[in-house]
């Protein structure tokens, strides 16, 4: 299993113009994130789904969109990038299971995507 | 009500000591706090994790306190290796739909050897 993958790992954008954050896993979990970390701060969280088709917005949504065609793939989208976006963005993914009698939520999260607006 | 307080932004401990860190939240309908562990140019890694009808996890070195009362947890770090210079999150989340984490806003450790 590869777990979660992102790409790219690097990316310099100039303002205004738009990209792609890719973001997948293999493990067939139902529930996928995504955050942005800002240095010296807390993961933030920018989107969420809990499945295929089904996506909402968390904390810090706007300049962003995503979409869930299918259960391994959830990409984040920026339109127009500002200089605000400047971060690193984690995508992560986990599974409702029942484990010892409690549910369990662990995370998954990938390697991440630096991106620089300039 | 979302936020998850962390304290110290940073630590300095010698290999072998104890290296502790805190937490306090305010929302009481949380019920999982997990500890991450992130290194340089990785994403995070759960480390270990506890629900709150028990005040103690331990797992080899790694032992998070919880205090239900004072809604304070912490991690405590036996015997602190240099391996486990590193920043670490504090979060926790809630049965809700998206049950997504609220971070803490990390601790960055450093054990010389």
């Known amino acids: 299993n590869a777990g979660v993958t992102q790409t790219p790992k690097f990316r310099i954008l100039k303002i205004g113009q738009s990209m792609t954050l890719q973001c997948a896993q293999d493990?067939?979990?139902?529930?996928m994130y995504w955050y942005r970390q800002d240095p010296g701060m807390g993961l933030k969280l920018i989107y969420y789904s809990v499945g295929a088709g089904i996506t909402d917005k968390g904390e810090v949504p706007n300049g962003y969109n995503v979409s869930r065609s299918t259960t391994e793939d959830f990409p984040l989208r920026l339109e127009l990038a500002a200089p605000s976006q400047t971060s690193v963005y984690f995508c992560?993914?986990?599974?409702?299971?029942?484990?010892?009698?409690?549910?369990?939520?662990?995370?998954?999260f990938g390697p991440g995507t630096r991106l620089t607006v300039t | 009500q979302q936020q998850v307080k962390q304290s110290p932004q940073s630590l300095i401990v010698q290999k072998g000591g104890i290296s502790i860190i805190n937490c306090a939240y305010e929302?009481?309908?949380?019920?999982?706090f997990p500890w991450y562990q992130q290194f340089p140019g990785k994403g995070p890694a759960l480390l270990i994790a506890i629900r709150p009808d028990v005040s103690e996890k331990k797992e080899g070195r790694f032992t998070i306190s919880f205090n239900k009362s004072a809604k304070q947890f912490s991690l405590h770090i036996m015997d602190s290796q240099p391996g486990d210079s590193a920043t670490y999150f504090c979060?926790?989340?809630?049965?809700?739909?998206?049950?997504?984490?609220?971070f803490g806003s990390g601790t960055r450790l450093q054990v010389q050897p």
């Open positions: 992560a993914s986990s599974y409702r299971a029942l484990g010892q009698g409690a549910v369990t939520y662990e995370q998954y």
């Open positions: 979060a926790a989340s809630m049965d809700t739909g998206r049950r997504a984490l609220t």
């Open positions: 493990m067939n979990h139902n529930y």
């Open positions: 929302n009481t309908a949380f019920d999982y």
